[in-house]
């Protein structure tokens, strides 16, 4: 049985959905349809979530998984600046360390870490503490996973290509906040990193 870890935020756990219609049950869903029994995908996002705090759960949530994908997305909520702040909860430089640890322990346990570009997101309306919109704040956190990517030759599932070469609209995609997913959005991410995941070496 390969282990497929999705590890991650409120898009990666999906908790306002039925845990049948979440991405990764479906991922589950298509896996299986073509190799059953093969593949197990595990559910380890948690709302709210910064990379940090992914960092303090590693052990007991990654850990006892691997060997495996690891399939990492975070940086909604790293990128956030709450109202009473100036600071990102989690410093860009905090982030990409957080990615680049997170890399390293799966690879040194003959794992394959996969970094998930987080979707296209609309204009979340308002200022944050430091005087900036959501948006500006967290363009510099999508970038970074780009950049560690292809800094350490790691596999990257761009989510926001994708989106546009399947002509999937933003607006069709997103929740009220701009931030969250839709159900139908549920089922692209899901045909997304299957797609994705046929083109690995595992």
Request: net charge negative; glycine share 6%; charged share 20%.
């Amino acid at each position: 049985m390969i282990n497929i870890i999705c590890f991650g935020d409120s898009i990666t756990e999906g908790a306002e959905f039925p845990v049948n219609v979440r991405w990764t049950s479906l991922l589950q869903k298509k896996l299986d349809a073509v190799k059953p029994d093969i593949y197990k995908v595990h559910n380890r996002g948690i709302g709210g979530n910064t990379s940090a705090q992914g960092f303090d759960r590693f052990c007991s949530d990654v850990m006892p998984l691997l060997p495996g994908i690891l399939l990492i997305q975070f940086g909604f909520n790293d990128a956030n600046v709450k109202d009473f702040s100036i600071v990102h909860r989690v410093g860009l430089a905090e982030f990409e360390k957080n990615l680049k640890e997170f890399d390293r322990i799966a690879k040194d346990n003959n794992s394959i870490p996969v970094f998930i570009l987080n979707h296209s997101i609309g204009l979340v309306d308002g200022k944050q503490g430091n005087g900036k919109t959501y948006n500006e704040n967290y363009h510099s956190y999508n970038n970074a996973i780009r950049y560690i990517a292809n800094e350490l030759k790691s596999k990257l599932i761009d989510i926001p290509v994708q989106m546009t070469l399947r002509n999937i609209n933003v607006n069709d995609f997103v929740s009220a906040d701009q931030i969250h997913l839709v159900l139908e959005a549920n089922h692209h991410y899901a045909d997304i990193i299957y797609s994705e995941l046929n083109q690995i070496d595992f």
